[in-house]
């Protein structure tokens, strides 16, 4: 087999050499250069622009250098230039992913840091936020921001189905049993061929819808040491059983059968879940009557996914690069307001408790569910089980397998990878 560092090294030449080339730290005169990536590369990243301009220009001894990529492949190229030692200064990564950076010493705790910051307050940011960044007793960055899975819903839909209050204003499902009718209303055979082609709701990115769903009925993941996966839990089953009798009732397509979000923005579908972070891609358009609400409570409890993007300095920086990187951090956190503005809710409860967050009607309707927002699994496995999972899912909703055999299969390969992951953590191997 070969060794971690083989590989890795073997893939860095490959694939990262125009990353790795620039310096880790340093610039011209007095003037100190910060490498700053993150995988904003749609409307968000020109927010996050603007800000690092911002930043820039009230800072002149700094000089701060964004590098976008698509989250597709930005891990793997952030990982693999922590192994050669050439990490940016300063990323951003999802709080799912903090255990995998963590367990390979690539990630700065930053408490020491917090706490010989007069000007900064942990306890400012919510706890459910701060918690999903910490692990044994540490914290190993701070939340930008909680990006909610929430409800967007067509007005003009839900007015011409009647869905409306006494001031004819639309009223979004709350419950299972209001879900069940809105379906019933918003589907409809507008041709007369005897299939749907307005939809009332439609399954988006299957991994948070389900996600969602799962954690409203109680569902678990992995048991309490992570020494094994459950994502076959009954409840998890339950779950997915439910939804792939939408599809076989014909109240929602099947995943394959149709372009979930482009659906909804060009008004053939009425309902959908999706992030806050979606929010852009509606700003920008004129010709949708479009709002938000929560998720409708279809399970046993409230719950819906969220995750934060969570700002992280390198770990084994030069306390002059250090103390540049942790003050752009704090830059960045205390105007998480100006990020908020693109489809975000800041992690800070001083910035949302303003005038200005709750006149942000989207994110003020997604914020009402932050006291029962669920994260993702934290462990260093999360790509591999997600895997897994997706396909999973996947082929229970499109009838391949039943929820269970396609539960137990996810399930039985990701103890598989439970079992590879300690073998090498025992041999010394560190993280894949």
């Known amino acids: 087999m070969e060794s971690k560092g083989r590989r890795y090294g073997m893939l860095a030449v490959l694939a990262l050499l125009p990353f790795l080339l620039p310096g880790c730290g340093g610039g011209d005169g007095n003037v100190l250069t910060l490498r700053f990536w993150n995988g904003f590369t749609g409307p968000d990243g020109r927010t996050m622009l603007a800000l690092v301009k911002r930043f820039n220009e009230e800072n002149p001894d700094v000089r701060v250098l964004m590098q976008r990529m698509d989250w597709a492949s930005y891990y793997n190229k952030l990982f693999v230039a922590g192994m050669g030692g050439r990490a940016p200064q300063v990323f951003v990564i999802h709080a799912d992913n903090i255990p995998r950076f963590m367990r390979a010493d690539f990630v700065r705790p930053v408490d020491d840091l917090v706490a010989a910051d007069a000007t900064f307050d942990a306890e400012d940011i919510l706890p459910v936020a701060w918690a999903a960044v910490g692990m044994d007793g540490r914290h190993y960055g701070i939340p930008l921001d909680v990006h909610p899975q929430g409800l967007y819903y067509n007005a003009t839909l839900f007015r011409e189905a009647g869905m409306v209050d006494d001031a004819g204003n639309p009223v979004p499902p709350r419950d299972r049993a209001s879900f069940l009718a809105a379906l019933e209303k918003l589907t409809r055979d507008l041709d007369g061929d005897g299939r749907p082609d307005q939809w009332g709701f439609v399954f988006t990115w299957l991994r948070t819808n389900m996600l969602t769903l799962m954690n409203q009925w109680g569902g678990t993941f992995f048991n309490e040491d992570l020494s094994a996966c459950t994502v076959n839990c009954p409840a998890n089953v339950e779950t997915l059983t439910f939804c792939r009798n939408l599809i076989e009732r014909d109240l929602v397509p099947s995943p394959e059968n149709i372009d979930s979000w482009v659906g909804f923005r060009q008004g053939k579908v009425a309902m959908v879940f999706e992030g806050i972070y979606m929010l852009a891609d509606l700003q920008k358009q004129s ?146």
């Open 287 to 432: 010709d949708l009557d479009y709002g938000a609400a929560p998720v409708p409570v279809l399970g046993k409890r409230p719950a819906t996914w969220a995750s934060s993007h969570t700002l992280c300095l390198a770990n084994g920086l030069d306390p002059k690069v250090e103390a540049a990187a942790w003050r752009f951090v704090r830059f960045l956190s205390g105007h998480a307001l100006d990020w908020a503005e693109g489809g975000q809710i800041p992690a800070r409860n001083s910035l949302r408790n303003t005038e200005r967050f709750r006149e942000m009607a989207a994110q003020s309707a997604f914020a009402k569910q932050l006291d029962y927002v669920v994260y993702a699994p934290r462990v260093p496995f999360i790509f591999e089980f997600f895997t897994e999972f997706d396909a999973a899912v996947e082929s229970a909703l499109r009838g391949s397998a039943t929820p269970k055999e396609a539960l137990d299969n996810a399930a039985r390969r990701t103890n598989a990878t439970i079992a590879r992951y300690r073998e090498m953590t025992a041999e010394g191997g560190g993280d894949e």
